[in-house]
């Protein structure tokens, strides 16, 4: 079993900067492929970025390309996301979310076939 938790949500004026961290329980975090997604109000979750198990290789959702980095660090057991350029409509709950590989690499994947979730952490950008 793994849990997750993240940190490091908060209030920030566009434009600004923000660093997400998640933290995983338990010895499977190095097999997992890790994502990042957000739900905004009245909206559904959806995928922020992805990366790979070694931290290799990554995809981002196209209105964040350039302006967010997905990282990780397998000896730490923590997944990041560095958010800069941060505009009013990235206001959303953050999830960090697992999955295991299945041979399907960082191939983005319904939010049904992730088998961890955190809590979400809430990010507020400010016009």
């Known amino acids: 079993q793994v849990q997750l938790v993240e940190s490091g949500g908060g209030l920030v004026q566009a434009g600004g900067s923000l660093r997400l961290s998640c933290a995983a329980s338990?010895?499977?975090?190095?097999?997992?492929?890790m994502n990042w997604f957000r739900q905004a109000p009245g909206k559904e979750r959806e995928f922020v970025a992805i990366i790979s198990r070694g931290g290799s290789s990554t995809d981002y959702e196209d209105s964040v390309k350039g302006r967010f980095t997905i990282s990780r660090d397998n000896a730490k057991n923590t997944v990041y996301l560095q958010m800069n350029s941060l505009k009013p409509e990235d206001t959303a709950v953050y999830y960090c979310?697992?999955?295991?590989?299945?041979?399907?690499?960082?191939?983005?994947?319904?939010?049904?076939?992730?088998?961890?979730w955190g809590q979400g952490t809430q990010v507020t950008v400010s016009s």
């Open positions: 979310a697992g999955g295991w590989d299945n041979g399907l690499g960082i191939t983005r994947r319904s939010p049904h076939y992730l088998d961890y």
């Open positions: 338990g010895r499977a975090f190095s097999s997992l492929v």
